[in-house]
């Protein structure tokens, strides 16, 4: 036997639910914070460090992953991914892993495999045993010893745009 009175909604008692519990209203409905010190450990989730501090987005080595990745931040490739990689920081792929797509990143570190193009950064290294397939657009290049390349490559002109007049490009 209850010890107070409860009247129930009309969908209850449509139901034939003998209690019933009333709706709350939008305003009583909050979402609490997640880091709230109040809330049980097991409610709260940290923030990540890489939306914090800038870190790195990071695919292991013993996953495969076809599609597209766009951003900020630094990704790593330590497993296979086709795709196009645009992101505005820092791309790596680490020895033992495969790209098989187009990459725009601002400093491209090359260890694995890559079979596409890589276009627009400011630096490209190529590690010992990297492999590139394609062609390579960048401000510099670094290749070490005992990698392998095949495609065309451009590299140092970004200074020559600069000093260009806009009046001497396209008349004529």
Not at 23 to 28: G, K, L, N, V, W
Not at 99 to 105: D, E
């Amino acid at each position: 036997m209850a010890l107070w009175k409860e009247s129930p909604s009309p969908a209850a008692a449509a139901a034939g639910s003998p209690l019933s519990t009333p709706a709350a209203t939008p305003a009583e409905r909050t979402v609490p914070e997640r880091n709230d010190p109040s809330l049980p450990v097991s409610a709260r989730r940290a923030t990540p460090k890489a939306a914090t501090e800038g870190g790195e987005s990071v695919i292991a080595a013993n996953i495969t992953i076809e599609g597209k990745i766009e951003g900020g931040g630094n990704v790593r490739i330590a497993g296979r991914f086709k795709g196009d990689v645009r992101i505005d920081g820092n791309f790596t792929i680490d020895p033992g892993a495969q790209l098989t797509g187009q990459v725009v990143a601002g400093i491209v570190v090359v260890g694995g495999e890559l079979q596409g193009n890589i276009e627009s950064a400011k630096r490209v290294d190529v590690l010992e045993g990297g492999v590139i397939v394609g062609d390579v657009k960048a401000g510099s290049i670094t290749v070490a010893a005992g990698s392998r390349m095949r495609g065309h490559v451009e590299f140092g002109w970004e200074e020559e745009k600069a000093k260009l007049k806009p009046g001497l490009v396209g008349s004529g």
